[in-house]
């Protein structure tokens, strides 16, 4: 069993396959993958990666490149109405974490007008592109967030009841995430688009990096 650290780590040195994998799958078109003005300073990399609208296609790829290092990972998905109707979030379970590949799309404030403010300069670069936790520690963690954004603006943009909802544990959708089965079934694999195999091509080529 990995701690958070080492789990985090692990996060860490999988992103960059990750990352491809995503823009594969994607055929290219990241909009909506980056921050705006960290995409400029960095480009395609963890420093501003935010994966606003991509969490299940981000699940549906990172969950299989953390069972192919061994884990059992499950998918939870939650639902809450807002003033556009249902809301669905998703995210991975494994090792008894959350592991949540896109949450820097909850933390987003439209206030931030300057790239390199306090608050922003936190969560893109000296925080991981991944949420991983224990599920009783994760409001800590935002709560440490929200405590900068409201240092950095003097209010916080939300609060922490609100955004801790994204992390309810509702639904059990792990069926649905199963790039296993096109990585272990060309049959099936050719009955998919061409983005599909270009991702399962990608990620075979790629090696393990628990021993």
């Excluded at 933390?107 to 925080?127: A, E, G, P, T, V």
Aim: some cysteine.
């Amino acid at each position: 069993m990995l701690n958070t650290n080492r789990l985090r780590g692990l996060g860490n040195k999988l992103y960059k396959t990750f990352e491809q994998g995503m823009y594969i799958f994607h055929e290219g078109v990241v909009e909506n993958f980056y921050d705006n003005a960290f995409y400029k300073r960095f480009s395609m990399d963890r420093q501003s990666f935010v994966g606003n609208l991509q969490c299940g296609s981000s699940c549906f790829i990172m969950k299989y490149l953390l069972e192919k290092e061994g884990f059992n990972v499950k998918v939870i998905k939650n639902s809450r109405r807002d003033e556009y109707g249902i809301d669905d979030h998703v995210f991975l379970y494994l090792e008894n974490h959350i592991f949540d590949p896109t949450y820097r799309q909850f933390m987003i404030d439209d206030r931030d007008k300057n790239s390199l403010c306090l608050y922003k300069f936190h969560l893109f670069y000296q925080n991981s592109p991944f949420l991983i936790n224990y599920p009783k520690k994760i409001n800590i963690q935002l709560e440490n967030l929200l405590k900068i954004n409201a240092a950095t603006y003097g209010t916080a943009f939300t609060n922490l009841d609100e955004l801790s909802q994204y992390w309810k544990f509702q639904t059990d959708v792990t069926h649905r995430y199963n790039l296993h089965e096109y990585v272990n079934n060309k049959d099936l694999l050719d009955t998919k688009p061409d983005y599909y195999k270009g991702l399962v091509d990608f990620i075979n080529l790629q090696k393990s990096f628990i021993p």
